[in-house]
């Protein structure tokens, strides 16, 4: 490594990853006019990122709040819940344990996908317009953002050609794995920082090589590379941290990988890298060890997984299988995955087939081979515990097997490993196009298009959505605020359960600025306090589930009178309240009546003080 000397013109992109960046002299008009155009073309490529965001998020845009993402409405109302609560930072209201939901035990904010930074970073928008419109913000920003950033990361660290980094970054923004985990999923399609954490790690690198400086390590840009990647890593956290688990699984197999085919920089480069990389962990760790205890050991904190890796691993066939989200996939596809939130693997044969062509082509160059072994590790380990094939769960054991149990590793879904192949292949396209383009004859033509041929199948098509009911006039208007005070309890009728959650959209109307009981969150409710979904219902409220489903009649008696006040004492509810479409209105208003007494009618809503 050494920066002593600037970057060939034509020297390969894997290369300038050992050149240090040099303070910027004095530009002459020739490179002048290189860099004006180097921003045009940045420019231009994030708009065409941009745009393609927005296209494939359109449904969404002409009311916010009267759409949604039709394959997965569910966690889309979980998630606008979550930065209703999260915008309430803005107001002074605000802790990582919050009772807006699961009244009176509460939600452990950071035991759950709350994307908090994201919420209160985007506050004034969903206060001023509303958790909808800050939902579909980010649905479009997080694959613009993912993307752009990847892109810049190729052209300036790898010193990738345009064409090249934005073929590349468009299948890191763009690939079906995040298409398809757009449908609600925004911690895990929050990744542009994940660039940002992989250039840091370069940039450390760089600065612990002696070769690359003169007299030894730069201990000042060893400093603040470690800075920034604590920084870094303690914004992820708040963000998804299952995202940030993938990117340091993915960064130890390179480095491991890297450091065994270039012993030189290893030995060279391994005291500075370490003290550095413990430095950031340090810094990192006296920033996260109170949130981090909190979320594994504080109140309603759970420090297991929910979801069964035998259930959420990949079927094998998925792999050279195309999502039914893109432009070539087809419905049959939807049986290999558990959902179409999780269309994680779904690259298709020929995309398989040029990425394997281009690693051969490339050679045994340390980054090829740091990338080809971080594809064959974290694709064999989005296999499961037990290798599944075309539905058919085998006997053979997958990789996973050797992580199955092992704390923190139990909250990653085995099948999401395959998020992170999307970044390493594109790497290996991007280094084969540059090559090619920075040469002359057949390759130069034939790599770029049979990259283009392999990724345009893989095209996606927009995200599917639909109307959704609209809110009650008692929530859009106010006049809750008859029936309760801000910051107490609200029990709508039904309430809302992980199946159901749909009651805790009036709780996002009014920026989450009263309690409700039960709902759709992660807690310690499972066997001893294992993670589960939701909490147990009340015999209250399991009644008026029941009714709501059903539409029967129950006579009540005096013994589910006093439970529905004793419920309704545990809650520490002020009101009841029942909208006049609810389905099954009037049965549930009877029996609402049998254990509350007459109604009041406040808008369109029935209400009982209880």
């Known amino acids: 490594m050494s920066s002593a000397a600037p970057t060939a013109p034509n020297a390969a992109p894997e290369q300038a990853v050992h050149v240090a960046d040099r303070p910027p002299g004095r530009l002459r008009p020739a490179r002048l006019l290189t860099a004006v155009r180097r921003r045009r073309t940045d420019v231009a490529v994030t708009l065409l990122f941009v745009a393609l965001a927005g296209w494939l998020t359109h449904g969404l845009w002409p009311d916010p709040a009267a759409r ?250 998925s792999w050279w299988t195309l999502s039914p989200l893109s432009v070539a996939g087809g419905d049959g596809a939807a049986r290999l995955t558990t959902g179409p939130a999780e269309y994680n693997t779904f690259l298709g044969l020929p995309l398989l087939l040029v990425a394997a062509a281009c690693a051969f082509w490339l050679g045994r160059r340390p980054l090829v081979v740091a990338c080809v072994a971080g594809t064959l590790v974290t694709g064999a380990l989005s296999l499961g515990p037990r290798v599944v094939v075309d539905g058919v769960r085998t006997g053979v054991p997958g990789p996973y097997t050797l992580l199955s149990g092992l704390p923190v590793v139990d909250g990653a879904l085995p099948m999401r490993f395959a998020l992170a192949v999307l970044p390493l292949i594109a790497t290996l396209l991007v280094l084969a196009v540059d090559r090619a383009l920075r040469g002359t004859g057949r390759a130069r033509r034939l790599a770029p298009a049979a990259v283009a041929l392999a990724l345009l199948p893989l095209l996606p098509t927009p995200l599917p959505t639909a109307e959704r009911p609209p809110l009650p006039e008692f929530i859009t208007g106010g006049h809750w605020r008859q029936c309760v005070e801000p910051g107490g309890v609200l029990v709508p009728v039904p309430l809302a359960t992980p199946r159901e959650p749909w009651p805790m959209r009036w709780a996002t109307a009014a920026d989450a600025a009263f309690g ?95």
């Open 68 to 317: 949604v993402l039709a394959l997965n409405p569910a966690d889309q109302a979980l998630y606008e819940w979550f930065l209703a609560v999260d915008s309430r930072a803005l107001l002074g209201d605000f802790g990582l344990l919050t009772g807006r939901l699961n009244a009176p035990d509460g939600v452990n904010l950071m035991a759950n996908t709350t994307v908090i930074a994201l919420g209160v970073l985007l506050a004034p928008v969903s206060l001023l317009f509303g958790a909808p419109v800050t939902f579909a913000l980010l649905a479009a920003a997080n694959l613009a953002g993912t993307a752009i950033a990847w892109y810049l990361l190729f052209t300036r660290v790898l010193r990738a050609r345009p064409l090249a980094a934005t073929l590349g970054a468009a299948l890191c923004g763009f690939g079906p794995g995040m298409v398809s985990q757009t449908n609600s999923h925004l911690h895990m399609t929050a990744q542009w920082l994940v660039p940002v954490i992989v250039w840091l790690v370069v940039r450390l690198l760089r600065a612990a090589d002696p070769a690359g400086t003169a007299g030894g390590p730069d201990r000042r840009r060893v400093v603040s590379s470690a800075v920034g990647l604590a920084a870094a890593v303690t914004a992820q956290v708040f963000i998804g941290e299952e995202v940030l688990f993938l990117c340091a699984v993915t960064l130890l197999v390179m480095a491991v990988t890297y450091a065994v085919a270039d012993r030189d920089l290893a030995r060279r480069a391994l005291p500075g890298f370490a003290a550095g990389m413990a430095l950031a962990t340090v810094l990192a760790l006296a920033v996260l060890a109170w949130p981090l205890r909190f979320q594994f050991a504080g109140p309603q904190g759970v420090a297991d997984g929910m979801f069964s890796p035998h259930y959420f691993s990949a079927d094998l066939r």
């Open 516 to 610: 409700m009981p039960e709902g759709f969150f992660i807690g310690p409710y499972g066997r001893g306090g294992t993670a589960a979904m939701g909490t147990f219902q009340q015999p209250t409220s399991a009644l008026l589930t029941e009714v709501g489903r059903t539409g029967g009649q129950p006579v009540v008696d005096d013994a589910q009178r006093r439970q529905a006040a004793e419920d309704a004492d545990f809650w520490g509810a002020s009101c009841v309240a029942l909208a006049v479409d609810t389905p099954h209105a009037d049965s549930l208003r009877g029996t609402l009546e049998q254990l509350y007494g007459p109604a009041t009618r406040v808008a369109d809503a029935w209400t009982w003080r209880v």
